[in-house]
């Protein structure tokens, strides 16, 4: 596929040597970057190097015919365009050349106007799709707050929301499904707040053991208890004058969650083991994707913390209810990734944004940068395609799962993909009274795609 400001790509292929010397001088004079092979099999094996935007090939060729070549195309590189020539033009030829998804088919002695029209399409279509990457680029670029991008309504109201907030708020609960960036909301809250160019300590409430989860918080003097050689500062008193990030803050045991309001209500902590509290003055932003109003409902969670953690609460958005975002962060990622990957990767295809804009999400804008990551590993060309963004799909859009391997244990990530896959579409099957059409239509996706994520993840 072509770089940005660099001409299209055609390949002529024709056991004729005259033919294809003329079409490839009448390509260069239209302004593509043209070559040639003689013959189906040659221009199958060079095709994957050369990687051309569009194909003209003979229907009729010794080795290998022109429908075979259009299909192995289609299948390698569906971006790429293809036009067929032949000298015997039928009606079921015509007929096949489409439905094997050729642009259209010329005849022969050429008919070179129609032929210009026909590259003048290919050619405006590929300069099109690179200023609108350049604009995407652009815009993501001018869209980006503190490592947020977000053109759409939300996001702007969000964006507002943290700058007006951020330099008067001590303490902030932020919801959100996994993956919807709630890391950076309260990075850029410390960033505009108080506490900027000091610490930011972020603790990950579902990790610590929960016996060790006081010493982490409030530190411990020598010999609280076995093992404590030393005295261990806690995570409030590093944060003080900064902010502590409670990541999964819904999963704070109860028996620490009374310590924890003191420390929040008061300013005060007191290290295990010591019968002196410590003053600090710490900005505390707590985040969960669970409803810690039904957690306190149920007893689950301390409704007097809850309150406090949620005088301001910010509640993030899914990725399919701002889908008009997702052109915007897939720029701003393939730029990011194929700098770090060392890929000269400059976009996304069409029919490939599509297809991401189309994709339901469960694992939000984490799920969409790992996949934009496996589409750049996969991709071998200048542009991603729908190829390979399909490819690196799979993993989440399987038609018929593999049978799980009990040999092998499952990875952390894939666990808890799967785990918020499948609350989020219970969760969308429960507002929609278990009417299946309802619910596919609030996630965002056919009633066949729901029917396989539910025979997938095993729902009844």
């Avoid at 666990?415 to 059409?437: D, P, W």
Wanted: net charge neutral; with cysteine; aromatic share 4%.
């Amino acid at each position: 596929m072509t770089t940005q400001n660099a001409a299209p790509r055609l390949l002529v292929v024709d056991d004729e040597p005259d033919v294809v010397t003329v079409v490839e001088r009448f390509g260069r004079q239209l302004g593509f970057e043209a070559t040639t092979r003689l013959g189906g099999a040659d221009a199958l094996a060079f095709i994957p190097e050369f990687r051309p935007d569009v194909v003209i090939v003979d229907l009729q060729m010794p080795d290998v015919g022109g429908l075979d070549v259009l299909r192995a195309i289609r299948e390698a590189n569906p971006e790429c365009q293809v036009v067929l020539m032949t000298g015997n033009p039928t009606l079921d030829t015509a007929i096949e050349a489409v439905k094997g998804g050729a642009l259209d088919y010329v005849t022969k002695p050429l008919d070179f106007e129609r032929l210009r029209g026909l590259l003048t399409t290919v050619r405006e279509g590929i300069h099109r799709r690179e200023r609108l990457l350049t604009v995407e680029a652009d815009v993501a670029g001018r869209f980006e707050f503190h490592g947020m991008v977000g053109r759409s309504a939300v996001m702007q109201q969000l964006f507002d929301s943290i700058r007006r907030l951020a330099p008067h708020v001590r303490t902030m609960l932020v919801t959100g499904e996994t993956g919807t960036g709630k890391e950076l909301v309260a990075r850029a809250m410390h960033e505009l707040g108080p506490g900027r160019g000091r610490r930011l300590v972020t603790v990950n409430c579902s990790a610590v053991v929960e016996n060790l989860f006081e010493s982490e918080l409030f530190g411990h003097v020598r010999g609280a208890f076995t093992g404590a050689t030393d005295a261990k500062v806690g995570l409030f008193e590093h944060a003080n004058h900064g902010t502590l990030f409670l990541d999964e803050a819904g999963e704070l045991p109860m028996a620490l969650q009374a310590k924890l309001l003191r420390a929040v209500e008061l300013g005060e902590v007191q290290r295990v083991g010591s019968l002196e509290s410590r003053r600090v003055e710490v900005q505390v932003i707590a985040a969960t994707n669970r409803d810690l109003r039904a957690e306190s409902a149920a007893g689950r969670f301390r409704s007097d913390l809850f309150y406090r953690l949620s005088i301001i609460e910010i509640h993030l958005m899914p990725l399919r209810e701002r889908r008009e975002d997702i052109p915007y962060l897939t720029a701003r990622f393939v730029q990011e990734l194929s700098a770090r990957l060392h890929r000269p990767i400059t976009g996304v295809s069409a029919a490939a944004e599509r297809l991401l804009v189309e994709a339901s999400w469960p694992g939000n804008i984490r799920e969409l940068k790992n996949v934009i990551e496996r589409a750049c590993l996969l991709g071998e060309g200048k542009m991603l395609g729908e190829r390979e963004v399909q490819q690196a799909l799979a993993p989440v859009r399987t038609e018929r799962p593999a049978p799980p391997d009990h040999t092998r244990p499952l990875s952390d990530d894939h666990q808890r993909l799967s785990t918020a896959q499948r609350e989020q579409i219970q969760r969308v099957l429960r507002e929609a009274g278990g009417n299946k059409a309802k619910a596919a239509t609030l996630l965002g996706v056919s009633r066949r795609s729901l029917y396989r994520w539910l025979d997938r993840l095993h729902i009844d």
